[in-house]
């Protein structure tokens, strides 16, 4: 089994190269480096998405050995070390012939999960046999898992019932829309399916973290959205919940609670976040009902 994350810079000193890695190869300005650094600064200075993608990957393997499945469980980084490109030949060389392959984002896009496929594509070479998950936007545990966090969170709240949960997922360029790529579908669906398992009719979905590119990319922004929830009269509070990502890090971190706070807390607004999923048991089995039933697919 491979999980596969984005990938973070280790240290601030590495945050150029990571760019650089982003950018295919061409070195990024001195602008935005300091911009990053900036951010990672009032992180504390580095992610935690490698420390909690290990340990989500222990968790997976000892979850499936208890339940007497032989999996051993990796996992690689698409624009950081370890690389995908360091870890397939690693699995091949420990004797392995089948891998399970997941990208650490529910919800497909040719653009954020066809670009893991096609790194570990390069770095397979068809050496192994290989069931690639592109996509368990619908997996039922998943939205279990995300509904027990709201809940959790929703208690910050004196009136639960009066706030207003906010969906969020990374923006992506607004031509994927032409390309007829299912990833907006694929997010109202998650979305609908947490609000059902909550009897929840009261929620809205923004989009976060768009990159400052040429290109129009998708909205509405959850700061623009926040701005007009601030107009409502009565409302309790919102409680953002980034149902697009499943583990802390600079999207999550700097984000939403640096930046979309700020913002909150300067229109007025009480605005909590639910925790991410990272090494849940919940999410952790979620992960492993995938990988059950793909198992026979390898068989």
Not at 160 to 170: G, S
Not at 181 to 187: A, F, G, K, R, S
């Amino acid at each position: 089994m491979l999980l596969m994350a984005y990938g973070t810079p280790a240290s601030l000193e590495d945050i150029e190269p990571y760019l650089t890695d982003i950018r295919g190869g061409r070195r990024p300005s001195l602008e935005a480096v300091q911009e990053l650094k900036s951010r990672y600064n009032k992180i504390g200075g580095r992610s935690p998405l490698l420390d909690i993608t290990r340990a989500q990957a222990t968790a997976l393997e000892t979850k499936l050995q208890s339940e007497n499945i032989d999996v051993e469980v990796y996992f690689g980084m698409k624009h950081w070390h370890p690389y995908i490109r360091e870890i397939v030949p690693r699995i091949i060389n420990d004797g392995f012939t089948k891998v399970i392959s997941l990208a650490l984002a529910p919800h497909y896009s040719q653009i954020s999960i066809g670009g893991y496929k096609r790194a570990f594509d390069e770095a397979n070479a068809g050496r192994l046999l290989v069931d690639f998950v592109e996509r368990w936007y619908d997996n039922p545990l998943f939205h279990t898992a995300v509904s027990e966090k709201i809940n959790e969170a929703l208690a910050c709240f004196p009136d639960p019932k009066n706030v207003e949960l906010l969906f969020t997922a990374h923006s992506l360029p607004e031509r994927i829309l032409e390309q007829h790529d299912p990833y907006p579908n694929q997010l109202q669906s998650s979305c609908k399916a947490v609000a059902n398992i909550l009897k929840r009719e009261r929620w809205s979905f923004a989009y976060q973290s768009a990159s400052m590119t040429q290109e129009k990319w998708l909205g509405p922004d959850v700061l623009e959205l926040l701005g007009r929830l601030s107009q409502q009269d009565g409302l309790e509070g919102v409680l953002v919940v980034p149902i697009g990502f499943v583990a802390d890090h600079l999207e999550i971190l700097y984000d939403i609670d640096v930046e979309a706070q700020e913002f909150a807390q300067s229109h007025h607004l009480h605005l909590e976040r639910s925790e991410s999923l990272n090494a849940d048991p919940m999410f952790i089995n979620a992960l492993a009902d995938l990988v059950r039933k793909r198992i026979p697919e390898l068989a």
